[in-house]
């Protein structure tokens, strides 16, 4: 196929990546540790290690699981928001060849059950305060080994029989020598849990071999502006959970790569929290969402944010809509790039160019050594600025999900390509645009409603906070448009948005009622849930 992208690269940003360069992550941190041992690697709440730490301490961390007999590909799992901790076992699963495990902290016990009955974790390292929760259900699961992280003070006693404090297995590794396991190129790294296209949650696995090019496309593509502080330091601010895809590679990964220190912070949501910790300190990475930067750019301690120094701020997970994007560029001179990712691509697909200082509404080019193509349902291929599902072939695309052939047929293509589930199209220089996800899309009179236009429409009005528009059963067209709206301006009234809607969008796109709300659901990245705002299928 053409490439008709490339071309259209911004300079200094090859095509394509060398994925051999390593053969595992495990090869990636040794070096990483070794080149940058005395800068520091993490930090949270007012403490820090630095990589030398880092290396010694998930070496005693994989002895420890080496000592209980853990072989190479045993399933690992993580069960913690983010903490010093967490990079230090994520380094010791994969340097002893087992597989990573990430799990939502916040799932309940029924959820938790089922990712480790499906996953086959043998052990789970999770904070104390989620020990009731693996109480109920630790029976049913091949768990046999948990390690317990202490929320305060260190060592203290857990509730559950049998489990250890983290400070018991550095003392017991620390006795102990790490054996170093060779780790292959198709070695499962992660088994990371997703709802992918259908909705069934299953582990998606992401081989050595795509997390590091992954990484490495990430990395290329980011070269012009981390052009501009060569061989300095940076300041990634990591305020997405590191159990998602997202914050995993483009943070954890990426900064350790890059040899960057990474600020963890363990409850994005309290804002306020977050500017006190950061109050004057320079960031130059900064990746999120688009209900983060919103949030960000509205509060009233923004001006105690360092913000000077920003070099990238990524918006992933769900679409960067155009008010936030343009306030973002006004506040910081620096633009909010817009990416496309997915868990089955370990996530990277597309992005726009750190260059381009204009928000385009759209998920910008295909990485290096990516392949993107739009079909039909039939699967041909569909002509330039025709919708179509998009496709993506690389090596950062899964081996398939766990334990479920069928799963990974419906999404795979004989030709090796990824169904992604999300119709876009794509323009004469290669740029793409998601127009929505199939399941999204509203049918109204027979005709295409994409939620992400109406509401990129609401929300450029100055009175919107945040907008999430759903299809809600109607007799006469079928489906009509609903919004559910959070407020910035308390005097805004339903009359007046209506009215702007009707200014700003055709007849069957308009909402016809809408429900303004004190918050919208979001998931743990912060991403807003229509699903939950629909209504009931009757």
């Keep these: ?69 853990l072989a190479r590909g045993a399933a690992v799992a993580l069960m913690m ?57 630790q029976g049913n699961t091949a768990v046999r080994h948990v390690v317990t992280v202490a929320a305060g003070a260190p060592g203290t006693a857990s509730p559950l029989p049998h489990a250890i404090p983290f400070e018991r297995v550095l003392t017991e590794g620390q006795a102990r020598s790490f054996a170093p396991v060779t780790v292959s190129p198709d070695d499962i790294a992660f088994l990371q849990y997703t709802g992918g296209t259908t909705g ?34 940076l300041t990634f601010l990591c305020v997405l959970p590191l159990y998602h895809i997202y914050a995993l590679n483009n943070c954890a990964l990426l900064g350790t790569y890059l040899g960057a220190l990474n600020i963890l912070i363990p409850n994005p949501r309290d804002l306020t929290g977050v500017i006190q910790t950061l109050s004057h300190r320079p960031i130059h990475v900064l990746p999120g969402v688009n209900t983060f930067f919103n949030a960000l750019i509205h509060h009233p301690d923004l001006g105690k ?35 496309y990712g997915l868990t089955e691509t370990s996530p990277g697909v597309s992005s726009n160019p750190v260059t381009a200082p204009e928000y385009s509404g759209g998920i910008g080019l295909p990485l290096p050594s990516t392949e993107v193509v739009l079909r039909d349902d039939e699967g041909r291929d569909v002509p330039i600025n025709e919708p179509g599902e998009i496709c993506i072939r690389g090596p950062q695309v899964m081996a398939g999900y766990w334990n479920r052939p069928e799963e990974t047929a419906r999404v795979m293509t004989t030709d090796g390509f990824l169904k992604s589930g999300d119709i876009g199209v794509m323009d004469e220089r290669g740029f793409l645009r998601i127009v929505d996800r199939k399941k ?59 009215e702007f809607c009707r200014e700003q969008l055709t007849g069957y796109k308009r909402p016809r009622s809408i429900e303004f709300r004190a918050e919208l659901p979001k998931s743990n990245v912060g991403k807003i849930l229509r699903r939950e705002l629909r209504p009931p299928a009757s």
Excluded at 40 to 66: H, K, M, N
Aim: net charge negative; hydrophobic share 45%; with cysteine.
């Design 1 to 69: 196929m053409e490439k008709i992208w490339l071309e259209h690269y911004p300079p200094g940003v090859p095509t394509d990546i060398d994925g051999t360069r390593y053969a595992s992550l495990a090869q990636l941190l040794d070096e990483s540790f070794r080149q940058f041992a005395d800068r520091p690697a993490f930090e949270c709440l007012g403490q820090s290690i630095t990589y030398r730490e880092l290396d010694a301490l998930s070496r005693q961390v994989g002895a420890w699981l080496q000592a209980q007999g």
């Design 81 to 137: 928001p983010n903490t010093l901790q967490y990079p230090v076992c994520v380094a010791a699963i994969l340097r002893a060849g087992c597989t990573v495990v990430n799990i939502n902290p916040l799932f309940t016990p029924r959820e938790l059950e089922y990712q480790l009955k499906d996953s086959g974790a043998v052990a789970l390292f999770l904070l104390e305060a989620f020990v009731p929760n693996l109480q109920k259900v």
């Design 200 to 233: 069934v949650v299953k582990g998606a696995m992401l081989l050595h071999r795509n997390l590091i090019a992954s990484l490495l496309q990430t990395e290329a593509w980011l070269r012009p502006a981390l052009r501009k502080r060569p061989d300095q330091p």
């Design 305 to 339: 944010l360092n913000l000077s120094q920003v070099l990238i701020a990524n918006s992933g997970g769900a679409s960067a809509q155009r008010a936030v994007a343009e306030k973002w560029f006004a506040l910081t001179g620096v633009p909010l790039i817009e990416s």
């Design 440 to 498: 999204d899309m509203i049918l109204v009179s027979g005709f295409n409603v994409y939620p992400n236009e109406v509401e990129g429409v609401v929300a450029s009005h100055p009175g919107v906070l945040e907008v999430a528009a759903v299809g809600v059963p109607d007799e006469r067209s079928g489906e009509a448009v609903k919004l559910f709206v959070v407020k910035k301006d308390a005097a805004l009234t339903e009359a007046q948005l209506l």
